[in-house]
């Protein structure tokens, strides 16, 4: 039986694209249908290539047409399985953040996936999903995992750890998305912080959108990785207490409502959603859920 990987191997399958519509969700069905996309991007690309190479006053016979037709779906279908035109992993991306995620069973741990949704550097982030479908009790898992430590770190800074535990929700998926390293190791990397050239210890590499001016870009960004969340989490603590650039998010102290806002306007993130997302999160049902439901744990 082919998989949907496999699928469509030609314009004409039509068995192969029904088993794409039919196929249960999985990053195998999602990469094969993101090709298909991309194939009919190319389709539109070499028709408007044809088009615009036509002589005025000249038309090709019925047949001839036809045929160009058909050659050209089946060139856009080849290309798109063998060449990387990057249209195919953004959208490939964007059907796997609206994918629901089955929470870990028995973990003390926050699950962690292949995506890493933003990228800093030096506290600077770029795209995230608006929310992510996460199950009650994975983003339970998820605060009980990461809460302690965060509490932690506020209490250094003398913020409200809300704020942070809002932040690490987005930045990793509540523990759904993070870059991996080499060897498929999570980067625990809770805040996203880039590995720059002055980041000597271990990295990961993921694909991330970058918003300049307003407009996404799809860039291969490398990140930090950690070897627990503590250290991600005292990590991040830094930053944000020896940059000059956060100060105002700290001196939020208690409030914070008003360290979401502060972080936003500080730069931290390319997305111009930024602080929207941070408000849904900190606001969000979700998180009361998670919070009660370690509280009743106790």
């Known amino acids: 039986m082919s998989t949907p990987s496999s699928a469509a191997s030609t314009y004409t399958d039509l068995n192969g694209l ?9 990053p195998e069905a999602i990469r094969a249908v993101s090709q298909q996309v991309e194939a009919l991007f190319l389709q539109m690309m070499l028709k408007s290539m044809r ?8 038309t090709d016979s019925n047949e001839t047409s036809m045929y160009e037709d058909m050659f050209d779906k089946q060139v856009a279908l080849t290309l798109s399985k063998h060449t990387d035109l990057g249209i195919a992993r953004l959208f490939e991306r964007q059907l796997d953040a609206k994918t629901p995620t089955a929470p870990a069973a028995h ?11 933003g990228a800093h550097a030096d506290g600077r982030s770029g795209g995230h999903p608006t929310s992510d479908a996460v199950t009650p009790q994975h983003a339970a898992q998820f605060v009980s995992a990461v809460l302690p430590t965060i509490r932690r770190a506020a209490a250094s ?3 409200n750890p809300m704020g942070l535990l809002a932040q690490a929700a987005l930045e990793t998926g509540w523990g759904t998305r993070m870059a991996r390293t080499a060897d498929g190791t999570p980067s625990l990397n809770m805040f996203g912080i880039k590995a720059g050239e002055d980041w000597n210890g271990a990295r990961a590499v993921a694909d991330t959108v970058e918003f300049s001016g307003g407009i996404a870009t799809q860039r291969r960004t490398a990140f930090r990785a950690y070897g627990s969340i503590e250290e991600s989490v005292n990590d991040f603590a830094n930053l944000l207490g020896n940059s000059p ?10 409030n914070a409502q008003a360290y979401v806002h502060s972080i936003a306007r500080s730069g931290y993130a390319t997305d111009p959603e930024y602080g929207n997302k941070l408000n849904e999160i900190l606001n969000g049902g979700t998180l009361r859920a998670a919070l009660g439901a370690r509280t009743t744990a106790l």
């Open 107 to 117: 973990s003390a741990a926050p699950r962690i996936g292949p995506q890493a949704p």
């Open 245 to 254: 650039r956060y100060r105002e998010a700290i001196a939020a102290g208690g």
């Open 18 to 26: 029904a088993s794409l519509k039919n196929a249960p969700t999985s």
């Open 51 to 58: 088009d615009a190479s036509a002589e005025d006053g000249e």
């Open 157 to 159: 800074l003398g913020v």
